[in-house]
T-cell receptor, first 110, second 114 residues
Framework: RKEVEQDPGPFNVPEGATVAFNCTYSNSASQSFFWYRQDCRKEPKLLMSVYSSGNEDGRFTAQLNRASQYISLLIRDSKLSDSATYLCVVNRAAGNKLTFGGGTRVLVKP | EPEVTQTPSHQVTQMGQEVILRCVPISNHLYFYWYRQILGQKVEFLVSFYNNEISEKSEIFDDQFSVERPDGSNFTLKIRSTKLEDSAMYFC????????????FGQGTRLTVV
């Protein structure tokens, strides 16, 4: 089983719609969780950290479910500029190594 | 806004040659990383570095790879004898702490081995 697994997509989303997708992780000892955004051939950029209680940043909402070992990202009122690959990133308790999922591609269309 | 900077942005090298990729992490960060991304594939961890030594490395980071912090600002990745399969985007990253803190990535160095 892969350490961090994501649906590669693409998720084709009409502008203004809501899209949500999950990421599962295999190591129950994982401590830190993040969503990064990556545009084509660019570096990953932090979108948001994911906290146990769930957190929201504008149109973006992240949730963590430790029991089922997944995190989710929801994007409301999608903009054309939200088109990107969204990377699920997990940090274990021991060591300092971020493990990336393969990414979920989102395409927002007019 | 502070950022991680990498040079060069693109490096073309012949198979068997040595390359050094350079990074300047964010100044108050203590943890440094190298990642790579082969075209069309996921971002893969190579090595983490703290307190002037490697704290963790992946199976990709074999004897052909080395890292160094030669002074107070630079962090380098050396590949001793490049292979075709080393062609990838190499990202440097830094973070303030090890857990529950985000890592910030440089814009990457695209390495092409011919």
């Amino acid at each position: 089983r892969k350490e961090v697994e994501q649906d590669p997509g693409p998720f084709n989303v009409p502008e203004g719609a809501t899209v949500a997708f999950n990421c599962t992780y295999s190591n129950s000892a994982s401590q830190s969780f993040f969503w990064y955004r990556q545009d084509c051939r660019k570096e990953p950029k932090l979108l948001m950290s994911v906290y146990s209680s769930g957190n929201e940043d504008g149109r973006f909402t992240a949730q963590l479910n430790r029991a089922s070992q997944y995190i989710s990202l929801l994007i409301r009122d999608s903009k054309l500029s939200d088109s990107a690959t969204y990377l699920c990133v997990v940090n274990r308790a021991a060591g300092n190594k971020l493990t990336f999922g393969g990414g979920t591609r989102v395409l927002v269309k007019p | 806004e502070p950022e991680v900077t990498q040079t060069p942005s693109h490096q073309v090298t012949q198979m068997g040659q040595e390359v050094i990729l350079r990074c300047v992490p964010i100044s108050n960060h203590l943890y440094f990383y190298w990642y790579r991304q082969i075209l069309g594939q996921k971002v893969e961890f190579l090595v983490s570095f703290y307190n002037n030594e490697i704290s963790e490395k992946s199976e990709i980071f074999d004897d052909q790879f080395s890292v160094e912090r030669p002074d107070g600002s630079n962090f380098t990745l050396k590949i001793r004898s490049t292979k075709l399969e080393d062609s990838a985007m190499y990202f440097c990253a830094s973070s303030e702490r090890v857990l529950n803190t985000e890592a910030f990535f440089g814009q990457g160095t695209r390495l092409t081995v011919v």
